[in-house]
C-alpha cells in the first residue's frame, strides 16, 4: 500500500496526462471559431500539467519512494500469460515528466500567435500561401 506522500505523487502524475487528453477531447468538440478560447485552454492545460509535474517531483524529493502501480491487469487465455500497463515512479520517471511538460508548456505559448495554413484567424495569409504554392506547379 502506498504511503499519502506516494498517492499524492500518483495523483499529480496521472493528472498531467489526463489534463491534455480533456482539453483534446474539448478541443475536438469546438468549432473553428473558438480559436481564442482553445489557445488559452490549451496553455492552461499545459502550464498545469508542468505545475503538477513540478510539484511532483518536489515531494518526491522530499521523502517519496520508488512505487511500482499497476492500474490495468488481464489475463490472456490459454496461459499464455497476462498483460498489464504499470507505472513505475522512480527519480528518472519524475525528472522526465517535468522536462516534457515544461516543453509542452513552451511549445503551447510558442505556438500560440504562429498561424497555421488555413487558420481563421489570418485569413489573408492563409490565402497567400495557398496561391503562391499553387501558381509554381
Not at 495569409?125 to 496561391?131: D, E, H, K, L, V
Request: with cysteine.
Amino acid at each position: 500500500m502506498p504511503s499519502n506522500l506516494n498517492f499524492i505523487i500518483l495523483i499529480l502524475i496521472s493528472g498531467a496526462p489526463l489534463l491534455l487528453w480533456v482539453t483534446g477531447l474539448f478541443g475536438s468538440v469546438l468549432p473553428g471559431e473558438h480559436i481564442r478560447l482553445m489557445a488559452r485552454l490549451s496553455n492552461g492545460a499545459a502550464g498545469l500539467s508542468f505545475i503538477g509535474a513540478a510539484l511532483a517531483a518536489l515531494l518526491y524529493a522530499v521523502g517519496g519512494k520508488a512505487l511500482t502501480v499497476t492500474p490495468f491487469f488481464f489475463v490472456l487465455p490459454r496461459d499464455m500469460g497476462a498483460l498489464a500497463l504499470s507505472i513505475y515512479i522512480n527519480t528518472v520517471t519524475l525528472v522526465m515528466l517535468a522536462l516534457v511538460s515544461f516543453v509542452g508548456f513552451v511549445v503551447s505559448r510558442y505556438t500560440r500567435h504562429k498561424p497555421l495554413l488555413g487558420d481563421l484567424r489570418f485569413p489573408l495569409r492563409a490565402n497567400r500561401c495557398i496561391s503562391s504554392s499553387t501558381r509554381n506547379l
